[in-house]
């Protein structure tokens, strides 16, 4: 069974930062594309980042562009969400998922990922 497992998600305050990781077996983190969604209560969930497997290639939403950064760390199997100058809008519960195509280019976004995350509740207060 494929488990992915987020953490670093809470409750912060607009303007501040949080950085969520997701950690995966060895197996699934060497052979696929990581990425983040999140889900706001009433909306569907949407794409929010990814990164192929070896790290060169980082895909973000426009939404979060220049506020949200994805990295990887294949020693450790795991990947990190850094979410800077968080807004109220932000919150969500967000979701670690792995795609199988671990040369993901950034050419499908609501399609990525074939395994999930349990998910991690991220609540950003004015």
């Known amino acids: 069974q494929v488990q992915l497992v987020e953490s670093g998600g809470g409750l912060v305050q607009a303007g501040d930062s949080l950085r969520l990781s997701c950690t995966t077996s060895?197996?699934?983190?060497?052979?696929?594309?990581m990425g983040w969604f999140r889900q706001a209560p009433g909306r569907e969930r949407e794409f929010v980042a990814a990164?192929?497997?070896?790290?060169?290639?980082?895909y973000h939403a426009d939404f979060v562009k220049d506020r949200f950064t994805i990295s990887r760390d294949n020693a450790k199997n795991t990947v990190y969400l850094q979410m800077d100058s968080l807004q109220p809008e932000d919150t969500a519960v967000y979701y670690c998922?792995?795609?199988?195509?671990?040369?993901?280019?950034?050419?499908?976004?609501?399609?990525?990922?074939?395994?999930w995350g349990q998910g991690t509740q991220v609540t950003v207060s004015l």
């Open positions: 060895e197996r699934i983190f060497n052979n696929c594309a």
């Open positions: 998922a792995a795609d199988r195509n671990k040369y993901y280019s950034g050419s499908y976004y609501q399609k990525f990922g074939d395994y």
């Open positions: 990164i192929s497997w070896g790290g060169a290639g980082t």
